[in-house]
């Protein structure tokens, strides 16, 4: 009866941190105005493949189902949601969407990297410029604010920058350089912070060496837009002026927490202008979130001209980084317990534990008919107990028990029932 691979089962403690990250998601969506949908869980694997290509397959759930169509997994909701847009012409723009949910992906598991995860994500479509990717990471920023993750930097970039670069130092190649080495550029750019000098130089051992550490500098380069002139020429890169823009936009908006990273790439992926990634200052598993500017994504869902940027944060990894800050104690046990003095009293007991909790009072409630004394030991975590007993029971009144001190005092039914804040 075991489990397959990477798969797990969400037990109370991580499920209500799981739960805490969703109220304060939605809370922060609706500050800044993005709708909440959710795209199908189940895509045609050819639309998941209008991301990267047959590539992906290795990356996914896949299958064929019971009326032979090749279906998949969703492992984004980027990828349904941009369906969604593309398909729906009468939608106004800018569309402002955002998601929550379950996303699966073939990883190899390991801490903080599973089969079945959960992600948040918010995305713009429509013509975004500047101004919807400040906002975005303004969403980010404050998102971590209120999950009380200080330590979260967001790192932000621009693709051009990475392959202008990259054409610019290629011995020869000149500016129209394409194919493999570029695409292996830039994936040792994205990878120059994650792997060691020796690991990467024999890896893209058919780079010329010269080549390799100069992109790897190039990846180190990190700071405030007057930190990074002062290492690196800004005039020979493609779009500067546009990321120093967007940095400005998010000083105006008093977005402190982020970074100019030139080591941020994202992959291959479908991201087309400015990139972007979180990460929590103390947290070793990787980025908790990341996005950008991903308009080819829409034109191979037929719709170049609409433009889209978002970003997706996953939500375990945020548990990960906030630690003990995640058990908000929404899954604890009820402190307040409904006990019975004999089996005659079971029902008075359950009576009243049914209309306190129609007053919105969790309660707990033995369901076996035990003893008191099991009762009370079972209860012995809670703050108060409330014992429904023959004598009191007859003058409409129970035992309340203060669990911390065993003080006790008599209190009315009617009272309790039509004032239980004392309980709460
Ligand atoms: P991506 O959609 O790949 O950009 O991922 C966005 C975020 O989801 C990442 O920054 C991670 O926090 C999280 N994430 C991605 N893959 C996994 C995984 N296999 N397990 C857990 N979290 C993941």
Redesign the pocket.
Same mark, same amino acid.
């Given at each position: 009866m075991e489990l397959p691979r990477g798969m797990k089962d969400f037990e109370t403690e991580e499920l209500s941190g799981i739960e805490l990250v969703r109220e304060r998601f939605v809370q922060t969506a609706r500050l800044f105005a993005f709708q909440l949908m959710e795209p199908s869980p189940i895509e045609s694997l050819s639309t998941l493949e209008a991301k990267s290509g047959p590539a992906i397959r290795k990356e996914i759930y896949h299958f064929r189902d019971k009326g032979d169509r090749d279906v998949a997994l969703r492992?984004?909701f980027?990828v349904g949601l941009a369906r969604y847009v593309s398909s729906r012409q009468s939608l106004r723009l800018p569309a402002k969407l955002g998601s929550f949910g379950g996303?699966f !992906?073939y990883?190899e598991?390991q801490k903080?990297?599973?089969?079945f995860?959960h992600?948040w994500n918010v995305e713009i479509f429509g013509r975004p410029g500047i101004e919807s990717e400040a906002e975005i990471i303004e969403f980010a920023s404050r998102l971590y604010g209120s999950l009380g993750l200080d330590g979260v930097s967001i790192h932000i970039s621009h693709r051009r920058l990475a392959e202008s670069f990259i054409r610019n130092s290629y011995p020869h190649a000149g500016q129209g350089m394409q194919g493999e080495v570029f695409a292996d550029s830039l994936r040792l750019v994205d990878k120059a912070a994650k792997k060691s000098l020796g690991d990467l130089l024999k890896e893209y051992g058919h780079l010329p060496g010269e080549f390799v550490r100069g992109l790897l500098d190039f990846a180190s380069i990190r700071g405030t837009p007057e930190e990074v002139e002062a290492r690196i020429d800004t005039g020979t890169l493609d779009s500067w002026d546009y990321l120093v823009e967007l940095w400005d936009s998010l000083q105006n908006r008093s977005v402190k927490n982020i970074l100019i990273d030139f080591g941020v790439v994202?992959g291959l992926?479908y991201y087309s202008g400015t990139v972007f990634?979180?990460f929590d200052e103390k947290s070793k598993?990787?980025?908790? /979130?990341?996005?950008g500017r991903y308009d080819s994504l829409m034109g191979a869902f037929g719709r170049p001209e609409m433009g889209a940027a978002g970003m /997706?944060?996953?939500?375990? !990894?945020?548990l990960l980084a906030m630690g003990e800050r995640a058990a908000d104690g929404r899954g604890a046990a009820p402190d307040v317990f409904v006990l019975y003095a004999n089996g005659q009293m079971q029902r008075h007991a359950a009576r009243l534990a049914s209309q306190l909790r129609a007053r919105g009072v969790p309660v707990g409630i033995d369901l076996a008919g035990r003893q008191l004394k099991k009762q009370i030991e079972s209860a012995s975590g809670a703050r108060l107990v409330i014992i429904v007993g023959q004598r009191e029971l007859a003058e409409g009144k129970v035992v309340l028990r203060n669990m911390a001190d065993g003080t006790e005092s008599q209190v009315g039914i009617d009272g309790l029932l039509d004032d239980p804040s004392g309980l709460l």
């Open positions: 492992f984004d980027t996303v !992906r990883d598991p903080g990297r599973y089969r995860f992600q994202r992926d990634e979180a598993f990787g980025a908790l /979130a990341g996005g /997706a944060g996953g939500v375990e !990894r945020t």
